[in-house]
């Protein structure tokens, strides 16, 4: 059971570069969301799904789009990258129920020069 | 959703109980607390939540005021191991895949050897 993974770990693009970052999760979970965390600053949801065919926007979704695969898979993508994308990227997954939490991925390091 | 207000950082002597405030004080009745902790850059970890009563699990306790408007997160015994970045979040979960954590800046906790 490895949770949630992404892919990939750490990535180096320049402005007007495209890019897609994969999420996956193992925990039959119906929903998952994309966050960046910029330096010193707490998370900001950009995208979430709440289910299987379902996307939504979150607090900053300019310049990403988003694509539930499967119940599994969430990817995350930049059509032309942009210096202020740099940050860190973290995926993460909910099940069902008042009583269940979001697990996060181990997160992507991105720079966009 | 309710705004938390956390100190930006605090001290706590290895072995010793840390206590991180929240305040929260436009809490809705049915917005459950949450804590959340960020060690160095790691996708964040969930730690404990609660609506009012008291709760405790294996990693910490969680002490709501009668009011709701102020909670308390207690480690019993600090280690090195739980430096890190607490996040109290307050949050809606409807079950239905609208639930969302906003992230502000934490508290950074030092545990000091």
């Known amino acids: 059971n490895a949770g949630v993974t992404q892919t990939p770990k750490f990535q180096v693009l320049k402005t007007g570069q495209s890019m897609t970052l994969q999420c996956a999760q193992d925990?039959?979970?119906?929903?998952m969301y994309w966050y960046r965390q910029d330096p010193g600053m707490g998370l900001r949801l950009i995208y979430y799904s709440a289910s299987e065919g379902t996307t939504d926007k979150g607090e900053v979704p300019n310049g990403y789009n988003v694509s539930r695969l499967n119940k599994r898979e969430f990817s995350l993508r930049l059509e032309s990258a942009a210096p202020s994308q740099t940050s860190v990227y973290f995926c993460?997954?909910?099940?069902?129920?008042?009583?269940?939490?979001?697990?996060f991925g181990p997160g992507t390091r991105l720079t966009v020069l | 959703d309710a705004k938390t207000t956390q100190p930006p950082s605090m001290d706590c002597a290895e072995g010793r109980a840390a206590n991180l405030p929240c305040n929260h004080s436009t809490i809705s009745g049915n917005e459950y607390v949450y804590w959340y902790r960020q060690i160095h850059s790691q996708g964040p970890q969930y730690i404990i939540h609660?609506?009012?009563n008291n709760e405790t699990n294996e990693m910490a306790s969680l002490i709501i005021t009668e009011d709701r408007k102020s909670s308390t997160l207690i480690l019993p015994h600090a280690t090195l191991r739980d430096t890190a970045v607490y996040y109290c979040?307050?949050?809606?979960?409807?079950?239905?895949?609208?639930?969302?954590?906003?992230f502000g800046k934490g508290t950074k906790l030092s545990v000091i050897p």
């Open positions: 993460a997954s909910r099940g069902q129920g008042h009583t269940d939490t979001q697990y």
């Open positions: 609660g609506l009012k």
């Open positions: 925990m039959n979970h119906n929903s």
């Open positions: 979040i307050v949050s809606r979960s409807s079950g239905a895949g609208s639930y969302q954590l906003t």
